[in-house]
Structures are given as structure tokens and as C-alpha cells.
């Protein structure tokens, strides 16, 4: 089973991207987050998203 979210760091890893543009897309509303705790999550979806509208 495919996680639902990932951490910043991993969504960094994933798309090779720092986390400073990470958060950046976020503000932007590219990538869904949410908050766990201290923790920012990104959505799995998001990302499959954003890199489907860069094609």
C-alpha cells in the first residue's frame, strides 16, 4: 500500500528539490499538506499532481 502523506524531507527526495521550494509550493498551493503535531505532511496526491502539470 502507497503512503497517504510524506514528510518534507521525503517529498524533497522524491521530486529533487530543496525543502525551502518545497514549502514554497505549498504557499502556493501546488502541494497539499497538512499538519501532525510539529509535523508538516505532504499529500501523496499533490505531488502526483504537480508532476502530471509539468508534463
Do not use: F, N, Q
Request: charged share 25%.
Amino acid at each position: 500500500m502507497e503512503p497517504v502523506t510524506i514528510s518534507i524531507a521525503a517529498a524533497a527526495k522524491a521530486l529533487g528539490l530543496g525543502r525551502t521550494t518545497i514549502y514554497a509550493l505549498i504557499a502556493e498551493g501546488r502541494l497539499d499538506s497538512m499538519k501532525v503535531g510539529s509535523r508538516h505532511l505532504i499529500k501523496t496526491e499533490s505531488i502526483r499532481r504537480l508532476i502530471e502539470s509539468a508534463e
